[in-house]
């Protein structure tokens, strides 16, 4: 019995590794599909031709149950290669959360500049817009030099699927808008996040604005560029004032803290390429004495650095935490390896949770 089992694994992995390398083919002529399809004008979508595919194929499959699934197959490579093709027709569809203007919809813009930016209302919408398939990225804040970790996101890379395969640290300055026509001493009332309040605290109680919260730095723009009161500013960035139609009243006033979000960049495969310098390690330790000093000294005795720890409270379990972790270096090396064999004898759950080299950018 073993013997037919290991057979029929033999048979499967050759089969799997072949197909591999036929789908690598195949997507390549995709490619070529679509650049002539872009140099005559022609639709991606031609049901006649999949159809002909189809009825084609399949006759060469006798089995009548088996032809049923191959029909199914077939159909699903024919929808991958499609939606192959509309990526390098529209660009790559990145999920953020927000509206238009949001520091997450003005960082992804920096980050990939020719993409389709999509527009989600929360972090797990557009987490879960990459899982689905609906969007190839996403890009979801994770900490904020300001207010600290972003815990949602944080939870949603723990618990989900995707892996972290890029982290972006961008400066945001923020600046003094009004609608056209308006002067800094038209202002009464300044709208922002209560964040970006706090952070020009100085600047505002220098200029004695009442203040009024608003969801997002985008939104308050929005309000005030819809209100079209010379009287009511917003605290935005740049690109914010050129979405909405706003005049830089003064700019960079948030001038007593900095403000530097991290982004991290989400996709479905983990990356791997030499130009990757930094892993992230999530885990959860076993319920005993020295399991987490036991984790860390694993890392270091491998001559991993880790440059963040964080403790994050498990959902379904009161008084219990995991780790998010990030080292210099990647694991795809015999150390690495160890490593990583060590941490799985201390550790209830070791998720390798993404590789990425470091990009700093700053955002007027």
Request: proline letters at 2%; zero cysteines.
């Given at each position: 019995m073993s013997n037919k089992l290991d057979e029929a694994r033999e048979i499967i992995n050759r089969v799997d590794s072949q197909m591999a390398e036929l789908f690598m083919e195949r997507m390549k002529a995709a490619e070529m599909v679509y650049e002539h399809k872009k140099e005559f004008g022609l639709p991606i979508l031609d049901t006649k031709r999949e159809e002909t595919i189809i009825e084609k194929n399949s006759a060469s499959i006798s089995d009548s149950v088996i032809k049923e699934y191959y029909i199914e197959y077939i159909k699903n490579l024919m929808s991958i290669s499609r939606s192959y093709q509309y990526r390098m027709q529209?660009?790559?569809?990145?999920?953020?959360?927000?509206?238009?203007?949001?520091?997450?919809?003005?960082?992804?813009?920096?980050?990939?500049?020719?993409?389709?930016?999509?527009?989600?209302?929360?972090?797990?919408?557009?987490?879960?817009?990459?899982?689905?398939?609906?969007?190839?990225?996403?890009?979801?804040?994770?900490?904020?030099?300001?207010?600290?970790?972003?815990?949602?996101?944080?939870?949603?890379?723990?618990?989900?699927?995707?892996?972290?395969?890029?982290?972006?640290?961008?400066?945001?300055?923020?600046?003094?808008l009004g609608v056209p026509g308006a002067t800094v001493d038209d202002i009464k009332k300044v709208t922002s996040h209560p964040q970006a309040l706090g952070q020009c605290h100085e600047y505002i109680k220098l200029r004695g604005f009442d203040t009024e919260e608003a969801n997002n730095t985008a939104i308050a723009a929005k309000t005030v560029a819809d209100s079209n009161d010379r009287s009511l500013g917003a605290i935005a960035s740049v690109e914010t004032a050129e979405i909405y139609g706003l005049k830089i009243l003064e700019a960079n006033v948030n001038k007593s803290g900095e403000n530097t979000t991290r982004f991290a960049v989400l996709s479905k495969v983990r990356a791997d390429s030499p130009a990757l310098t930094s892993s992230v390690l999530m885990f959860t330790v076993k319920n005993e004495a020295g399991s987490l000093a036991n984790a860390i000294s694993i890392i270091g005795k491998y001559g991993y650095n880790m440059t963040a720890l964080r403790s994050r409270p498990l959902k379904k379990h009161s008084w219990q935490y995991y780790f998010y972790i990030e080292i210099d270096g990647t694991i795809d090396n015999e150390e690495g390896q160890k490593m990583i064999s060590d941490l799985n004898k201390v550790c209830d759950k070791l998720k390798i949770a993404g590789t990425f080299a470091p990009h700093s950018e700053i955002l007027r």
């Open positions: 529209n660009g790559l569809k990145v999920a953020y959360s927000g509206i238009e203007g949001a520091f997450a919809h003005i960082a992804s813009g920096r980050i990939f500049p020719d993409s389709n930016r999509i527009s989600f209302r929360d972090f797990k919408s557009a987490y879960n817009a990459v899982v689905n398939g609906e969007a190839d990225v996403a890009v979801l804040p994770i900490e904020n030099s300001y207010a600290g970790e972003v815990g949602q996101t944080i939870d949603l890379i723990f618990s989900g699927s995707l892996f972290i395969n890029g982290i972006y640290e961008l400066e945001i300055h923020q600046n003094l």
